[in-house]
């Protein structure tokens, strides 16, 4: 079955090349069911016809997308969206309102396939049952991009000065936060090993001890995927030995 999309920019031309790349996708194929200039007019289709998913521009005249999307939410049975703007930094706002993936312009056949897959992933899971929205992830903004890094994906987050490393089997990211925050949020995922890193809870496979000889003994958590070992406090030692039979 084709995926139903409405294409929603304020620009023609905009509008016009969006829909020369759907056709040049084939997995999954899609089905155009409309074009709309702005958000009343998008609302107005969206009522009107079944549209699954709304490849919507930020910038409009009048409401803007992320005010559209917002209110996209509050259905029954929302339509997916991804966003499509010409500004990288409006990212953090669109995956705030669940958006499944953001694309700057000018768009890429491949990287509108790769959207287009996630919107099926995510459709699917929801009919099925499962995860009601995209996994919880972290937005990682670094040299003028942005990035979607499942929390899934993460081994450790270390805090570093001003920043924490956010650890990933493939590479490491620099992210702005606080670990405390991260810590009451994401309690469920992640253990605290020392006042500065979390370690994901499934990535936890031994505590082992070790002397230094500046230190004297101590102990450390060995995680999947890095060769790393990070230090485990005393403080903290019987919440990573049950985080390990966990």
Same mark, same amino acid.
């Given at each position: 079955?084709?995926?139903?999309?409405?294409?929603?920019?304020?620009?023609?031309?905009?509008?016009?090349?969006?829909?020369?790349?759907? +056709?040049?996708?084939?997995?999954?194929?899609?089905? &155009?069911?409309?074009? @709309?200039?702005? $958000?009343?007019?998008?609302?107005?289709?969206?009522?009107?016809?079944?549209?699954?998913?709304?490849?919507?521009?930020?910038?409009?005249?009048?409401?803007?997308?992320?005010?559209? @999307?917002?209110?996209?939410?509050?259905?029954?049975?929302?339509? +997916?969206?991804?966003?499509?703007?010409?500004?990288?930094?409006?990212?953090?706002?669109?995956?705030?309102?669940?958006?499944?993936?953001?694309?700057?312009?000018?768009?890429?056949?491949?990287?509108?396939?790769?959207?287009?897959?996630?919107?099926?992933?995510?459709? @699917?899971?929801?009919?099925?049952?499962?995860? +009601?929205?995209?996994?919880?992830?972290?937005?990682?903004?670094?040299?003028?991009?942005? #990035?979607?890094?499942?929390?899934?994906?993460?081994?450790?987050?270390?805090?570093?000065?001003?920043?924490?490393?956010?650890?990933?089997?493939?590479?490491?990211?620099?992210?702005?936060?606080?670990?405390?925050?991260?810590?009451?949020?994401?309690?469920?995922?992640?253990?605290?090993?020392?006042?500065?890193?979390?370690?994901?809870?499934?990535?936890?496979?031994?505590?082992?001890?070790?002397?230094?000889?500046?230190?004297? #003994?101590?102990?450390? &958590?060995?995680?999947?995927?890095?060769? #790393?070992?990070? @230090?485990?406090?005393?403080?903290?030692?019987?919440?990573?030995?049950? $985080?390990?039979?966990?």
């Amino acid at each position: 079955m084709a995926l139903k999309v409405l294409i929603v920019d304020d620009e023609a031309l905009a509008r016009s090349r969006m829909r020369t790349l759907l +056709s040049e996708c084939t997995e999954p194929r899609t089905d &155009v069911v409309g074009e @709309a200039g702005n $958000a009343v007019q998008a609302m107005d289709m969206i009522q009107r016809t079944h549209c699954e998913l709304v490849l919507l521009d930020v910038h409009m005249p009048g409401v803007d997308g992320i005010t559209l @999307a917002n209110t996209l939410r509050q259905m029954s049975a929302p339509p +997916s969206i991804v966003f499509v703007t010409a500004y990288p930094e409006h990212a953090v706002s669109a995956f705030e309102v669940e958006a499944v993936d953001y694309l700057t312009k000018p768009v890429r056949r491949e990287r509108l396939q790769q959207a287009l897959q996630k919107v099926v992933k995510v459709r @699917a899971g929801k009919e099925g049952g499962g995860d +009601s929205g995209p996994p919880e992830a972290l937005i990682i903004q670094e040299r003028g991009r942005s #990035e979607r890094v499942a929390l899934s994906d993460i081994i450790y987050l270390k805090a570093e000065l001003k920043y924490i490393t956010v650890r990933t089997a493939e590479k490491e990211h620099i992210y702005d936060g606080a670990l405390s925050d991260l810590e009451t949020r994401y309690s469920h995922l992640f253990v605290r090993v020392h006042r500065n890193a979390l370690v994901s809870r499934r990535a936890v496979r031994a505590v082992e001890k070790h002397s230094d000889p500046v230190e004297g #003994e101590g102990w450390t &958590v060995r995680l999947d995927g890095v060769e #790393e070992r990070l @230090a485990v406090s005393r403080r903290q030692l019987a919440a990573v030995r049950e $985080a390990l039979m966990g």
